[in-house]
Each structure stands twice: as C-alpha cells, then as structure tokens.
C-alpha cells in the first residue's frame, strides 16, 4: 500500500504541473452536459460549503474523504461526522451525510463515508396520464467511499479512496466505480503552510440497465407481441484535478485567520478559482467565508453552475472529557439563482483531538 501511494503521489504531481503548464488540458466547457454521476459533485459537508469547498489543503478528517484523502491522516484517534443539507432550498431535495475516520497503526488511517439523496415522491407520468397515474416513485442515488490515508513522514501524507455510485429507481439502476488519490503537504515553524493536490472521481464509464429499458410492441404481422429493450448509452464520471493551498495567520493568542486558494480543473466544465477564509477565537467560535468562480459565473444567462458565487457559514466547537476530545457543530449557506440557496447543518465528534 505504502509504495502505491508513493505512485500516486508523484502521478498526481505530474498531472498537476502540466495543468499549470498547458491551461488548455485543463477544462472542456463543449463537454458540458454530456458526464453522468454529477452528484458526486456535491460537496456533503458543512464547513466546507461555507468555504466553497476552497480548503481542500486544510480539511479536517471528515471532510478530506470528499475533498482531498490525504488529510484523513492527519487524524489523532476517531474522527465521526453527519451532516444534513437542503440542497436549492424550494426543490425538496435533501442529502444527507455520514462519515467515519479511525486512526489504525502509527501512521495510518481508515474511513468510510455513505451520501444519500432524497428526492421525496415524484408523481409518476406517462403518454396517457401526463397528469399521473395516482402513483409515485422514488430516485435513489447513493454514493459510498472506503477510504486509507498515511502520514509518510510529519509533512507528506497521501490516501486513496474507492467509492461505489449507485443511482437509479426501481425498474432502472446504474452502478459504477470509481477512484480518489490525493497528496497534503505540511511546512512552516507552526505548521500554518498546507499544499494539497487531488485526483477525484477517476473510472470507468457507467450505463443504466433494468426493465425500465424494455417495451412490448406487436410483430409485423400482428399475430404475436414482441418484447424489445433499448440500449444505454454509456456515460463518463465528472473527473477533476485539485490544486489548493492554505495558510494559518495567527493574529494574536486567541485568535486566527486562515486563507484558502483552490484551483479545480474539470474534464466537462469551466475550471474554477475557489477562494475562502476562516477566523478562529479562542478555536470555540468559527466565522467562514467564501466565493466560487468560473467564467460566466456573473451572467445569469450564460452560467453554467446553479451556484452565483458566494458562500458563507458558522461553528462552534466545544472541548469535554480527559482527553481533550472536541464536538463541533457548522452551518453553511450557498448562494444560488434558481432556488432560495442551500442550507447545510453537520456535527462532528473527534475523540482524541485532531490537529
């Protein structure tokens, strides 16, 4: 494992020097549309969305299974985590989140993660009752990850994560694969200088199957009734590369501000600049900020993403026990147009501190 990650590592800084390099590799806007699984870009935790998803260099355990698996590591006993969004607040859609990060060894680390989507009853259709039937039917969309990360030495980490994408209904199901890699790296007298490079969302295409795919209609001669099925096509996974940074300014005993930069270069979309911020008194009360760019984003007519951009959030974190342990509890909001914003409340337990 630990020579696969050290492949990884420098695979990952490849890819990324010759996204800086050659801007023109990085971002396919014609592509747009055309990838399937786009759930697995949506970011699932709290403070992160109150970031933009900017501090994928400083995430803490829970959150870099989403962002970077590379900061799993960084976690000192148990980290767990759940988090509840209300995704284009008007649209009724929920997501809901659960993670797990356990420390195993001296150096390494193991998580799993599992985001549900709720889409509630959708009335069931067709040619003849486009008004519905008097049924409905459900959509489930389920994305799993397993998750190990490893501490190289006190500045190098790097993880991989597998994650499952199960999506469909009940007669229409399309399941599929994929891979997360991702490097941290730690620098500066306090620790306060992060760099992280991310390689998300890399498998092999997916293709719906099932019953839904199948119609009956009559032989030519109309003496006997034939069952045929549509093909699928197949469709790829929103692949991506992250390039993020981070840095801690302590301003004075107890208080902190941390920056975050984060550069995202999509197979099937505009590219995106991520910035956000995040001060700190006393690490009890947290106050975030962030804006996501991409071009276009400021014309309503030709944006691309349902997010306008800003973002913004709070936490409060509260130390018990003899260890020191921490709960935290965040809320995020995203602006977006159409909708009224997404709203996302989590909570997180470490046991044991996490640094």
């Not at 890819?15 to 786009?38: E, K």
């Not at 998803?53 to 000192?76: F, Q, R, W």
Request: charged share 15%; net charge negative.
């Amino acid at each position: 494992m630990t020579h696969s990650l050290k492949y990884i590592s420098k695979a990952l800084i490849v890819v990324a020097t010759a996204l800086a390099v050659n801007p023109a590799l990085a971002g396919n806007p014609d592509r747009a549309g055309s990838a399937g699984g786009m759930q697995m870009l949506v970011n699932p935790w709290a403070r992160s969305n109150a970031l933009a998803g900017a501090n994928m260099a400083d995430a803490s355990p829970i959150e870099a299974m989403y962002l970077n698996v590379a900061g799993m590591a960084m976690v000192k006993q148990t980290e767990v985590g759940f988090t509840h969004i209300n995704y284009l607040s008007g649209s009724n859609v929920g997501v809901n989140s659960v993670g797990l990060v356990q420390r195993v060894g001296e150096t390494g680390s193991l998580g799993i993660s599992v985001s549900a989507f709720d889409f509630g009853d959708i009335r069931r259709t067709t040619t003849e009752t486009p008004d519905g039937d008097g049924t409905f039917f459900n959509v489930n969309m389920v994305n799993i990850g397993v998750s190990y990360a490893k501490a190289f030495s006190n500045s190098i980490y790097g993880g991989i994560t597998v994650r499952v994408i199960s999506e469909g209904v009940a007669d229409l199901r399309a399941t599929g694969v994929a891979l997360d890699a991702g490097i941290k790296y730690v620098t500066g007298e306090r620790d306060q200088v992060k760099f992280g490079i991310a390689l998300r969302n890399v498998g092999p295409p997916m293709s719906f199957s099932g019953d839904g795919l199948s119609f009956e209609s009559e032989a030519p001669d109309g003496e006997f009734a034939l069952t045929s099925e549509f093909r699928s096509a197949n469709y790829e996974l929103p692949s991506l590369v992250n390039i993020a940074f981070s840095y801690d300014f302590f301003l004075a005993e107890d208080h902190q501000l941390t920056g975050h930069g984060s550069f995202v270069a999509n197979s099937f979309t505009y590219d995106n600049f991520l910035v956000g911020a995040e001060y700190s008194f006393r690490n009890m009360v947290f106050l975030r900020g962030g804006y996501h760019y991409e071009q276009e984003i400021t014309n309503a007519d030709l944006r691309r993403v349902v997010y306008t951009g800003l973002s913004a959030g709070a936490g409060v974190q509260f130390e018990f026990g003899p260890k020191k342990s921490l709960i935290s509890i965040d809320y995020a909001y995203r602006a977006t147009d159409p909708f009224n914003g997404t709203h996302a409340i989590g909570a997180r337990l470490h046991l044991g501190r996490t640094e």
